[in-house]
């Protein structure tokens, strides 16, 4: 019986060594399979000229805040195609219409159904499902976000999310309108609520800081550096306000983005269309939006 060991021995070593180069060749099948099917993926996805633009209405309103805005961007020819995404309070993202292919600086519209959603963090949530939902569908480089009122804190926490998340698409330029960002000075939670006597330094630094402020201000590090160039427009009907918003609470804005942003600019709008919920309506805006984002 002895004598039968070493064919044993060889046979279990030649096994043994099929079973390892028949797993190898399952890995690479596997690998190949899994790239053919990404490949396929991505040329499945519609081809885009240009940074797409994202539009967020504030609080209370909806997509219909943006229409005034973007038929203008239409009607000066910068953009050829316009979508609107649906976001459900759980998040869930539906696309309403499509980019055609090769569409020249697409806009999307964006709609929140929850649009009295005081929780913060989840307008950064909703953003990203936004931008994620877009990518499934289209080669989407590079964006643009255009924020009005509580629209402007989907585009901050979305930032705070995503700004060193690869896969994301290369946030170019951002409009910051009425933002309030150092908080509202009526009956809101504490935590967003703006701080009673509120006062900046020379770096839009506040003196008092609420929680959702402080949380905004982890940008001050994390910004992306000479990437980003921010438009921050407000509103002044008198008093330093838009009526909705006091200035200070915009300004502040400064402070979170220090000198990390590419560019960072203020235009002031005064008279009646200068109100806050007339400021996305406004023509002199629509003209200041359309020159800063597509230099037209």
């Excluded at 219909?64 to 459900?88: F, L, W, Y």
């Excluded at 709609?111 to 989407?140: E, M, P, S």
């Amino acid at each position: 019986m002895n004598n039968l060991n070493p064919g044993m021995n060889f046979l279990g070593k030649k096994m043994k060594r099929n079973r390892i180069i028949i797993s190898l060749l399952v890995l690479i099948l596997s690998l190949c399979i899994s790239a053919c099917l990404n490949q396929q993926a991505s040329a499945q996805k519609v081809p885009i000229k240009g940074s797409a633009t994202l539009f967020f209405h504030g609080g209370g309103s909806s997509y219909h805040a943006e229409e005034h805005m973007v038929k203008a961007a239409e009607n000066a020819g910068v953009t050829d195609s316009v979508i609107r995404t649906e976001v459900a309070d759980n998040g869930q993202v539906t696309l309403i219409g499509k980019w055609k292919k090769n569409a020249k600086n697409p806009i999307c519209e964006v709609n929140y159904q929850n649009n009295r959603q005081l929780d913060f963090k989840k307008h950064g949530i909703y953003a990203t499902n936004v931008v994620k939902a877009l990518q499934k569908n289209y080669k989407i480089r590079s964006i643009n976000m255009v924020g009005h009122s509580l629209g402007n804190i989907s585009i901050m926490y979305y930032m705070l999310n995503n700004v060193n998340k690869k896969g994301m698409p290369r946030l170019n330029k951002i409009v910051n309108m009425a933002g309030h960002f150092a908080g509202l000075n009526f009956e809101v939670p504490e935590d967003i609520r703006q701080p009673q006597n509120l006062k900046l330094d020379k770096n839009g630094k506040p003196n008092k800081m609420n929680a959702t402020y402080r949380q905004m201000a982890k940008l001050r590090s994390i910004y992306p550096k000479n990437q980003v160039k921010v438009l921050n427009i407000i509103g002044d009907i008198g008093g330093k306000t838009d009526g909705t918003v006091p200035n200070v609470s915009s300004l502040s804005l400064k402070y979170i983005i220090g000198n990390r942003a590419k560019s960072y600019r203020v235009m002031k709008f005064t008279g009646k269309n200068a109100r806050h919920s007339r400021l996305h309506e406004n023509a002199q805006v629509d003209k200041a939006l359309i020159m800063f984002l597509w230099n037209k």
